[in-house]
């Protein structure tokens, strides 16, 4: 299945709640095989956002009102924090954009809609993972 990063990305929340949902075994079997080869492509987008921010995020040091460096419950420095300068937004969202309208092959198939009817998602939800569901219920089912 062809689809883009962006694609995969809007169906995350649902994948999710999917893969959180307890399911009889051979439909988690099927899900699960195929929520993985997705699940990996949604770790390429966050090493990609990770990278973006590595290459032009700058650290920022927190400090308190008074200029001083902020310490942790066990008195060390706060971890810094890395941000995009504005100056630079529109460069990251234009990569990172780009990046995200690649298109990518998943060795993956449709999902029969018929695999959802225990899974509790909401209308945003389905929208999103409507790139990869297959409607597999009969004329009768869709009148209701």
Do not use: H
């Not at 809007?10 to 994948?15: C, D, L």
């Amino acid at each position: 299945m062809e689809l883009t990063r962006m694609n995969i990305l809007e169906a995350e929340s649902a994948i999710v709640a999917i893969d959180k949902t307890p399911l009889p075994t051979k439909v988690s079997y099927y899900l699960g095989k195929l929520l993985t080869k997705i699940i990996r492509e949604l770790q390429t987008i966050s090493k990609k956002r990770e990278e973006l921010m590595n290459k032009y995020g700058e650290e920022e040091i927190p400090t308190d009102k008074d200029g001083n460096v902020v310490k942790g419950a066990d008195g060390n420095p706060v971890p810094a924090n890395r941000t995009i300068p504005v100056e630079k937004t529109e460069e990251v969202n234009k990569e990172f954009e780009a990046f995200l309208a690649e298109k990518v092959e998943l060795s993956i198939w449709e999902l029969p809609l018929s695999m959802l009817e225990q899974v509790k998602l909401s209308p945003l939800q389905m929208r999103q993972l409507d790139v990869f569901i297959t409607d597999d219920t009969s004329t009768e089912d869709k009148k209701k």
